[in-house]
DNA sequence: CGTTTCAATATGCTTTACTATATCAAACTT
DNA sequence: AAGTTTGATATAGTAAAGCATATTGAAACG
């Protein structure tokens, strides 16, 4: 097999969730390295994970968000908006916060 | 190097989610094959993912709670338990609801 | 009875997440 | 300048997800 062919396919996460995780990771101060270490990947995998070449499982995933002081939730879809102004607005930047800017969470872009 | 030491690797995804996604499934009336036809996924899948065999990809699951009508959301901290019981508010059985029941759901069991 | 439907298990195979290591070019530090 | 940090890339190996198929057993039918 010619090793070039097709390299579509490979998804990696959505772009809101990997946004959301560097900027989470922006918003602790973290390099790769120190958040690889904290959760116990190799930073290699980070990169890989934030640059959509990896779409990690879910109990991967799980402990980063954790250690990033995110929480993945399940919710009904009727409820998504609601939650997701929730969110939003538990990060409006009307006091000072507790780092930089956790802004555009994870949009659940659907396209069907 | 031996090879079946400690078959104690594998994790599974979370028991509540486990059971969250069950749960869902009967809510909609389906069996696992019918689940597994609509996903794309082998029913063996299903089984395996529900019986906690194996702990599948973010994406993979994904598309799972998309069907069964739910979404993942990621979700700070701190605002966790308020999502948590705006989703259980909305399950209440004052009106008539789509299905069955949706009770459960998975409740963040950290262990740090 | 036999048949169907459901859930779970087993085997073999392919793909890929994950591990470990080393490297690299930029940017920042001293 | 030399040295460090950061993010990314490369290679190679292992473990496990995912695919396909067949089978099992149990429960609910006829």
């Known amino acids: 097999m010619p090793s070039h062919i097709g390299?579509?396919?490979?998804e990696g996460l959505p772009e809101d969730l990997r946004r959301a995780l560097i900027n989470a990771r922006h918003a602790n101060r973290w390099s790769q390295r120190e958040l690889a270490s904290r959760v116990g990947l190799p930073q290699v995998h980070i990169s890989a994970?934030?640059?959509?070449k990896v779409a990690p499982r879910f109990n991967t995933l799980l402990n980063l968000v954790r250690i990033l002081g995110f929480d993945?939730?399940?919710v009904p879809r009727?409820?998504?908006p609601a939650v997701q102004s929730l969110v939003r607005d538990s990060a409006h930047p009307g006091s000072q916060d507790t780092a930089e800017d956790e802004r555009p969470l994870y949009t659940t872009e659907d396209a069907e």
Chains 1, 2 share one sequence.
């Open 7 to 10: 390299r579509a396919r490979f």
């Open 49 to 52: 994970i934030e640059t959509g």
């Open 72 to 74: 993945l939730l399940l």
């Open 78 to 80: 009727p409820l998504v």
